[in-house]
């Protein structure tokens, strides 16, 4: 991460003619080259990273400075502008908040069921999709098929799944003599069927993410290792893994990201239940709990809050990972 | 016009119809298909003026708040051209009018209950089949219901429940009794209405001595469990009909009747608006005037079975002598206009809808076993003071 | 990793080479060929992953009627095309489908383009405020979705956006995760050397752009691309709000199916399906086009 590879500043050549035998106009040339060429590489960095900036200050700020804002007043959804100055109230009462701790355990809990065992899976999936294979670009293409499947059919396809009476998973356990299971209604079996549907959605994206990685690797590392009589398993985890420290490092950030912010999954894990999580709130993440204050109980203020407690999460989390990180970079 | 779910105008060729009358109009419609995502995209656009139709409808659970928060937004339909207050039913005339006398919607249809059986299962529980019977065993009263669910439970099919859920049982009960979660003042006073408590005590015991079979409305469960005619009975809005007809289909076929409800009351319904920001504002007021006239919403009814808001057209022919063959040519048209006319008047309060999913949360913890009703009621309460805090 | 990048341009060119001559199974581990388990254990999460889908296609051949039942179907019905033609006509498809192609596409490019030259910059550039500027990238990531929904509402109803593809378009054109995965590819693939060879040969940024880095960068493009193309195409929440059936998306569109108390699932399965299938096919090209690519290799002397 620390590289720095290029930026070359400009070349030593051209310090204010230093070749003076040389004639004027190339001189001048030379001059206005190297000129252009120190400005080139100063100003480019910038110029790369502007359009992302630009846009971010143009439809991202305004958002994130509004939330700000309203999250230290009391405002709701029916008038937006209609604000009251509340302070810090709206982070303090957070802390007497049941439904807000329970849905920071659910989120938790989603967090770690369905990250670890997506990224693993999908490091193995990426690993024999890499092999030389017949339909190799169907097998790619089929493993984001998930990630394309409409939240509509997906939703259905799970509830019957997981359906109580005649779900069909209910109905394989059934051979074994194992009891109806209500999936739904369960503390823990609840969160274990929201974390298939994580599971079974970002799997192949990320698979994907990590092959498009293992293919940059340099195949004579692979060559050199088997020379040195590295078997298969070897190769894998002293080639492979080192080399896509970079994108591993990225998967598990933006995963974990996307499971503090989990929020579809279980708003349609039932239909009926909305954003409670159900009728323990035994499935309330804290995005589920957000869009109950913000869109169901229109209480912008209180939501705008929580938004804000996700996002200092998440940055503590970034700065652990950051740390964690530097270590292992060290060791 | 910007509406959710199903109003059925295009269908019932309401709007061919008009534009045929004014040739100068025509119309079109966006519809969303749920309102929980309808409503706050409209309070959206009303709080921002912008992306409004000409044309806005609003759900009943929802209609107070709009009332009293976005009431300035809309035009006062109530001196509309073709706009009568006497064609409709006062109490929904009321629901859409601010207490300055503003009346920012017309009512659309409203949902009359009754309650749907299956006759196969009351015949093996030995219980009468006749529809008439069937109401006598629960007139005016749901501890009677709950009476001849102990009785179906006894005789009953095995593996049948007696209702489909609890929730459904709190709602039929809450919305016939005379009051609800506000109070005229408009304070909440869920906790200590005695309305509240009846229909909790009568749900919850439902609840607990498993009556019901645990089922969440509106769910694949629920269509499943009803096409496979896993419970007996289920509270029966004038549009619930079609919905049981849809998911019962032919397995289902002549199995369901409907009866009266031990006491009546209303679930559902909507209104139409017309938000001041529109480009045609008087069509639009001319148009939502003529759908809600008692001869169009008449029409409706025989063609979607939406139940009229307007008491004149119960008279008439379409309605008076509609039957529906599905459920064994129950005389639906005089069935539901006896019970609409004896819909209690209640107030309604701009957060119903919330405290009302939080009660049905609290009886499913019940239905689950999680908790006993006392507990459940705790944590209802807790969930909706939570809710309504601001 | 950083021996690795550097040891990687001299000789990834000639090993290639010889692998093309000469494809020997089980030579290096990077392209060994697959054996029966490789192709049975994808064979199954295949199966896993296509099941939806393919259940969505078995609805939409059905009726409303059939779907309640139990057990569901499992196998077609003749009613697809019945469905299909009424989610058409019911739900604006025709300009649906146009609208989300141009809406998806526009977003896919402008994140592929800003993503690779902001990637390419925190990756091999050296310049001030980096670091800090790098997580000020990351940071955004972390801001939830949810609530920009109202202010941003505010902002499009002022810009008079609403109903308008910019107002879908313009606020999604780039987004934090490109930028930190054209970095996080770039790091490893990109070798230092090529870049500053470039360079000594008196390159400007833009030269270095196109002839060194877009061709490394292919791989990861067009993987970057395919994801966003079609989380773009599925995004539901925000479009519901700013544009109405007037000029809908796909997924705007598919909300007016199954209208009402009585909705017909396999209508709105026809419906899901319609949408999608555009999708699947466009996954199939760009399947090929990503295979294609390391075919080409990711680096390029």
């Given at each position: 991460?620390?590289?720095?590879g290029?930026?070359v500043?400009a070349?030593?050549?051209?310090?204010g003619?230093?070749?003076?035998?040389?004639?004027?106009?190339e001189?001048?040339?030379?001059?206005?080259?190297?000129?252009?060429?120190?400005?080139?590489?100063?100003l480019?960095?910038?110029?790369?990273?502007?359009p992302?900036f630009?846009?971010?200050a143009?439809?991202?700020?305004?958002?994130l400075?509004?939330?700000?804002?309203?999250?230290?007043?009391?405002?709701e959804?029916t008038a937006?502008?209609?604000?009251?100055?509340?302070g810090?109230?709206?982070?303090?009462?957070?802390?007497?908040?049941?439904?807000?701790?329970?849905s920071?355990w659910?989120?938790?809990?989603?967090?770690?069921?369905s990250?670890v065992?997506?990224l693993l899976?999908?490091?193995?999936l990426?690993?024999?999709?890499?092999?030389?294979?017949?339909?190799?670009?169907?097998?790619?293409?089929?493993?984001?098929?998930?990630?394309?499947?409409?939240?509509?059919?997906?939703t259905?396809?799970?509830?019957?799944?997981?359906g109580?009476?005649?779900?069909?998973?209910?109905?394989?356990?059934g051979?074994?003599?194992?009891?109806?299971i209500?999936?739904?209604?369960g503390?823990?079996?609840?969160?274990?069927?929201?974390?298939?549907?994580?599971?079974?959605r970002?799997?192949?994206?990320?698979?994907?993410?990590?092959l498009?990685?293992m293919?940059?690797?340099?195949?004579?590392?692979?060559?050199?290792?088997?020379?040195?009589g590295?078997s298969?398993?070897?190769?894998f985890?002293?080639?492979?893994?080192?080399?896509?420290?970079?994108?591993i490092?990225?998967?598990?950030?933006?995963?974990?990201?996307g499971?503090?912010?989990?929020?579809?999954?279980p708003?349609?894990?039932?239909?009926?239940?909305?954003?409670?999580?159900?009728?323990?709130?035994?499935?309330?993440?804290?995005g589920?709990?957000?869009?109950?204050?913000?869109?169901?109980?229109?209480?912008l203020g209180?939501?705008?809050?929580?938004?804000?407690?996700?996002?200092?999460?998440?940055?503590?989390?970034?700065?652990v990972?950051g740390?964690i990180?530097?270590?292992?970079?060290?060791? | 016009?910007?509406?959710?779910?199903?109003?059925?105008?295009e269908e019932a060729?309401l709007?061919?119809?008009y534009?045929?009358l004014n040739?100068d109009?025509?119309?079109?419609?966006?519809?969303i298909?749920?309102?929980?995502?309808?409503y706050?995209?409209?309070?959206?656009?009303?709080?921002?003026?912008?992306?409004?139709?000409?044309?806005?409808?609003?759900?009943?659970?929802?209609?107070?708040?709009?009332?009293?928060?976005?009431?300035?937004?809309?035009?006062?339909?109530?001196?509309?051209?073709g706009?009568?207050?006497?064609?409709?039913?006062?109490?929904?005339?009321?629901?859409?009018t601010a207490?300055?006398?503003?009346?920012i919607?017309l009512?659309?249809?409203v949902?009359p209950?009754?309650?749907?059986?299956r006759k196969d299962?009351?015949?093996?529980?030995?219980?009468?089949?006749?529809?008439?019977?069937?109401?006598?065993?629960?007139?005016?009263?749901?501890?009677?219901?709950?009476?001849?669910?102990?009785?179906?439970?006894?005789?009953?099919p095995?593996?049948?429940?007696w209702?489909?859920?609890?929730?459904?049982?709190?709602?039929g009960?809450i919305?016939?009794?005379e009051?609800?979660?506000?109070?005229e003042s408009?304070?909440?006073?869920?906790?200590?209405?005695p309305?509240?408590?009846a229909a909790?005590?009568?749900?919850?015991?439902?609840?607990?001595?498993?009556?019901?079979?645990?089922?969440?409305?509106f769910?694949?469960?629920?269509d499943q469990?009803?096409?496979?005619?896993?419970?007996a009975?289920?509270s029966?809005p004038?549009?619930?009909?079609?919905?049981?007809?849809?998911?019962g289909?032919?397995?289902?076929?002549?199995?369901?009747?409907?009866?009266q409800s031990?006491?009546?009351g209303?679930w559902?319904?909507?209104?139409?608006?017309?938000?001041?920001?529109g480009?045609h504002?008087?069509?639009?007021?001319?148009?939502?005037?003529w759908?809600t006239?008692?001869e169009?919403?008449?029409k409706?009814f025989?063609e979607?079975?939406n139940?009229?808001s307007?008491?004149?057209?119960?008279?008439?022919?379409a309605?008076?002598?509609a039957?529906?063959?599905?459920?064994?040519?129950?005389?639906?048209?005089?069935l539901?206009s006896?019970?609409?006319?004896?819909?209690?008047?209640q107030?309604i309060?701009?957060k119903?809808q919330v405290?009302?999913?939080?009660?049905?949360?609290?009886?499913?913890l019940?239905e689950?076993?999680?908790?006993?009703?006392?507990g459940?009621?705790?944590?209802?309460?807790?969930?909706v003071?939570?809710?309504?805090?601001? | 990793?950083?021996?690795?990048?550097?040891t990687?341009?001299?000789?990834a060119?000639?090993?290639?080479?010889?692998?093309?001559?000469?494809p020997?199974?089980g030579?290096?581990?990077?392209?060994?060929?697959?054996?029966?388990?490789?192709y049975?254990?994808?064979l199954l999460?295949t199966?896993?992953?296509?099941?939806?889908?393919?259940?969505?296609?078995?609805a939409?051949?059905?009726?409303?009627?059939?779907?309640?039942?139990?057990?569901?179907?499992l196998?077609?019905?003749?009613?697809?095309?019945?469905n299909?033609?009424t989610?058409?006509?019911?739900?604006?498809?025709?300009?649906?489908?146009f609208n989300?192609?141009?809406v998806?596409?526009a977003?896919?490019?402008?994140?592929?383009?800003?993503?690779?030259?902001?990637?390419?910059?925190?990756?091999?550039?050296?310049?001030?405020?980096?670091?800090?500027?790098?997580?000020?990238?990351i940071?955004?990531?972390?801001?939830?979705?949810q609530?920009?929904?109202?202010?941003?509402?505010?902002?499009?109803?002022?810009?008079?956006?609403i109903?308008?593809?910019?107002?879908?378009?313009?606020?999604f054109?780039?987004?934090a995760?490109?930028?930190?995965f054209?970095?996080?590819?770039?790091i490893?693939a990109l070798p230092t050397?090529?870049?500053?060879?470039?360079?000594?040969?008196?390159a400007?940024s833009?030269?270095?752009?196109?002839?060194?880095?877009?061709?490394?960068?292919?791989?990861a493009?067009a993987v970057?691309?395919?994801?966003?193309?079609?989380?773009?195409?599925?995004?539901?929440f925000w479009?519901i709000i700013?544009?109405?059936?007037?000029?809908?998306t796909?997924?705007?569109?598919?909300t007016?199916?199954?209208?009402?108390y009585?909705?017909d699932?396999?209508?709105?399965?026809?419906g899901?399906?319609?949408?999608?299938?555009?999708?699947?096919?466009?996954?199939?090209?760009?399947?090929?086009?990503?295979?294609?690519?390391?075919?080409?290799?990711?680096?390029k002397g």
């Open positions: 991460m620390t590289q720095t290029t930026a500043d070349p030593p050549s051209a310090e003619g230093a070749v003076p035998k040389r004639p004027a106009t001189d001048r040339r030379q001059k206005w080259r190297s000129r252009r060429y120190r400005w080139d590489a100063k480019s960095p910038y110029a790369f990273i502007s992302f630009l846009f971010f143009a439809f991202g700020l305004f958002p400075l509004y939330t700000a804002w309203a999250s230290l007043h009391r405002v959804l937006p502008t209609d604000m009251e100055w509340a810090l109230h709206n982070y303090t009462r957070l802390f007497e908040d049941h439904f807000f701790w329970n920071l659910v989120t938790f809990t989603l967090a770690v069921l990250t065992p997506q899976m999908a490091m193995g990426a690993h024999l999709l890499n092999y030389k294979m017949r339909a190799a670009s169907f097998f790619r293409v089929a493993m984001l098929a998930p990630y394309a499947t409409s939240v509509a059919a997906a259905l396809v799970f509830a019957m799944l997981y109580r009476d005649y779900g069909l998973i209910n109905w394989f356990f051979l074994f003599g194992v009891d109806e209500d999936w739904k209604s503390d823990w079996t609840s969160k274990i069927a929201i974390s298939t549907i994580v599971i079974w970002w799997t192949g994206y990320n698979t994907l993410i990590y498009a990685a293919q940059a690797v340099p195949h004579d590392l692979y060559e050199s290792a088997a020379l040195d590295a298969r398993w070897k190769q985890r002293y080639v492979t893994i080192p080399s896509l420290r970079p994108t490092l990225f998967t598990v950030v933006v995963s974990t990201i499971s503090v912010q989990l929020f579809g999954e708003l349609l894990f039932e239909e009926g239940a909305g954003a409670s999580g159900g009728p323990d709130h035994q499935f309330q993440t804290l589920l709990y957000l869009y109950e204050q913000g869109w169901r109980n229109l209480h209180r939501a705008a809050a929580i938004a804000w407690v996700m996002f200092l999460i998440l940055v503590v989390i970034g700065i990972f740390l990180s530097r270590r292992l970079r060290k060791s | 016009m910007g509406l959710f779910g199903t109003f059925g105008f060729g709007y061919d119809e534009e045929k040739p109009i025509t119309i079109k419609q966006d519809v298909e749920r309102n929980e995502n309808y706050p995209a409209l309070l959206n656009h009303l709080t921002s003026n912008s992306g409004l139709a000409d044309v806005q409808a609003v759900e009943v659970a929802n209609i107070a708040e709009v009332v009293d928060t976005q009431a300035d937004r809309f035009m006062d339909l109530g001196k509309a051209e706009a009568s207050e006497d064609a409709f039913l006062d109490w929904k005339w009321q629901q859409a207490d300055d006398g503003k009346t919607g009512g659309t249809d949902g209950m009754a309650v749907c059986y299962h009351f015949e093996a529980a030995g219980l009468p089949t006749d529809r008439e019977e069937v109401a006598k065993l629960w007139e005016g009263d749901w501890e009677k219901f709950l009476d001849a669910g102990r009785d179906f439970r006894k005789n009953g095995e593996g049948v429940a209702v489909d859920s609890a929730d459904a049982v709190y709602d009960a919305a016939s009794s009051g609800k979660y506000y109070d408009g304070e909440v006073i869920y906790k200590d209405s309305d509240v408590e909790w005590g009568i749900a919850s015991t439902a609840a607990e001595e498993k009556l019901t079979g645990n089922l969440e409305q769910t694949k469960q629920w469990a009803m096409s496979n005619g896993d419970f009975t289920i029966c004038a549009w619930m009909l079609g919905y049981i007809q849809e998911k289909g032919t397995k289902a076929e002549g199995k369901w009747d409907v009866a031990p006491r009546p209303n559902g319904g909507s209104f139409l608006g017309v938000p001041e920001s480009a504002k008087e069509e639009a007021a001319k148009l939502v005037a759908l006239a008692p169009q919403q008449a409706l025989a979607r079975g139940f009229p307007a008491p004149p057209a119960y008279d008439m022919e309605v008076r002598t039957t529906n063959p599905y459920f064994g040519d129950a005389p639906i048209g005089e539901f006896a019970a609409a006319e004896e819909i209690p008047v107030t309060g701009p119903d405290i009302d999913d939080n009660i049905g949360n609290g009886l499913q019940i689950q076993g999680k908790q006993d009703p006392d459940a009621w705790d944590e209802a309460v807790k969930a003071d939570n809710a309504l805090d601001q | 990793m950083a021996t690795l990048t550097e990687a341009p001299e000789t060119a000639p090993a290639r080479r010889r692998r093309r001559r000469a020997k199974a030579e290096a581990g990077g392209q060994q060929r697959a054996g029966k388990l490789t049975a254990v994808l999460f199966a896993i992953s296509l099941f939806p889908l393919i259940w969505t296609a078995i939409a051949s059905r009726t409303n009627e059939r779907l309640a039942e139990t057990p569901p179907p196998w077609f019905g003749g009613n697809l095309f019945a299909m033609e989610a058409w006509s019911d739900a604006n498809m025709g300009l649906a489908l989300t192609t141009l998806a596409g977003i896919a490019a402008g994140t592929v383009l800003f993503g690779t030259l902001a990637g390419f910059a925190f990756a091999k550039l050296r310049f001030r405020f980096k670091n800090l500027l790098m997580l000020l990238v940071g955004t990531m972390m801001v939830p979705p609530l920009s929904v109202v202010p941003l509402y505010m902002a499009i109803a002022k810009l008079e956006w109903d308008q593809l910019q107002s879908v378009i313009l606020p054109i780039v987004s995760f490109g930028v930190f054209m970095r996080q590819y770039l490893q050397e090529l870049i500053e060879a470039a360079r000594v040969d008196g400007s833009v030269r270095v752009i196109w002839h060194v880095v877009f061709p490394a960068a292919r791989p493009m970057l691309g395919m994801l966003t193309f079609v989380m773009a195409w599925n995004e539901f479009p700013a544009l109405t059936q007037e000029n809908p796909v997924q705007v569109a598919l007016s199916l199954g209208r009402g009585i909705p699932q396999s209508v709105i399965m026809a899901a399906l319609l949408g999608t299938l555009p999708l699947l096919l466009l996954l199939l090209l760009f399947g090929k086009q990503i295979v294609g690519g390391i075919m080409h290799g990711a680096v």
